[in-house]
């Protein structure tokens, strides 16, 4: 694959991802999630922006690297392990914040921790550099899904919308 494909499949997927996922967001960010009562540790509202697009930049990244390496199975896994997260990353923001199920969003999330999980393992097979870049993430799903265990003690399962 040259250059120019790698870019394209790697940002494009991750841009695709970044799109549905705010789009979804912005319907509970503006709606009943700002009535809410967060968690403690829950960052500001603006610093997520700038967090999701530095995350994004090393996912794309990773991945980038990761279709440069030669074919091999673990490449092959890496890449389904790949999209199978940003589709789970766009599921979360669509059940917690869309339709305000912070409860199934905790579950979605945990899953995604395990795909990232086996995402960051695989990649590692495969570069480690693409690997290191993940380490972010991964810690950043650790925090969220926190701040979602207990959004849901302190407001519940489910939100009224």
């Not at 394209?8 to 841009?15: D, R, T």
């Not at 290191?132 to 489910?158: E, M, Q």
């Amino acid at each position: 694959m040259n250059i120019i494909s790698r870019l394209l499949v790697s940002f494009g997927a991750v841009a695709v991802t970044a799109a549905a996922s705010s789009y979804f967001t912005l319907s509970g960010v503006t709606g009943w999630y700002a009535a809410a009562e967060k968690a403690p540790l829950t960052p500001p509202s603006e610093w997520f922006r700038v967090i999701w697009g530095i995350l994004y930049l090393l996912l794309a990244v990773s991945y980038f690297l990761v279709l440069g390496k030669p074919r091999s199975t673990s490449k092959l896994l890496a890449g389904r392990l790949f999209f199978g997260q940003l589709l789970l990353q766009i599921i979360w923001c669509f059940c917690f914040f869309y339709l305000g199920y912070p409860g199934i969003g905790a579950a979605v999330l945990l899953f995604l921790l395990w795909i990232s999980w086996r995402m960051l393992k695989n990649f590692a097979a495969v570069s480690t550099s693409a690997a290191v870049l993940n380490y972010p993430l991964f810690i950043w799903l650790l925090l969220a899904f926190w701040l979602n265990i207990s959004f849901v003690y302190i407001n519940g399962i489910s939100v009224e919308i």
